[in-house]
């Protein structure tokens, strides 16, 4: 019914900035908030930073002043830019939507994710 797909992902050198893209699809009304998680090889999966449909933000700590999350919502789109990448960065990042589809159903859709590698 609906779908998220990211993109982006990539190997890059500490130091070195990514920007990921979120594309939402299918049969969306409206996207409330949105996020980006990641998961590192053999933890936990954790916040990174959301975005209400309005553009308020929120971001886990450690990635405050690297990460900035946008979303253009004419697109159902959301990015992730981050700068100052490090090694401890490196995990799958997946974005997560709230949709209120066309028949007014509210879904929680996550996407399959994109790998981000930070070398050292």
């Known amino acids: 019914q609906v779908q998220l797909v990211e993109s982006g992902g990539g190997l890059v050198q500490a130091g070195g900035s990514l920007r990921l893209s979120c594309a939402a699809s299918g049969s969306i009304f409206s996207i409330h908030t949105m996020g980006w998680y990641r998961q590192a090889p053999g933890k936990q999966r954790e916040l990174v930073a959301t975005?209400?449909?309005?553009?308020?933000?929120n971001y886990a700590d450690s990635m405050k002043g690297r990460f900035t999350i946008s979303r253009d919502n004419a697109k159902n789109t959301m990015y992730l830019q981050m700068n100052s990448l490090k090694p401890e960065d490196t995990g799958v990042y997946s974005c997560?939507?709230?949709?209120?589809?066309?028949?007014?159903?509210?879904?929680?859709?996550w996407g399959k994710g994109t790998l981000v590698t930070v070398s050292s």
């Open positions: 997560n939507a709230n949709i209120l589809t066309m028949t007014h159903d509210v879904v929680n859709s």
């Open positions: 975005i209400t449909h309005d553009g308020r933000t």
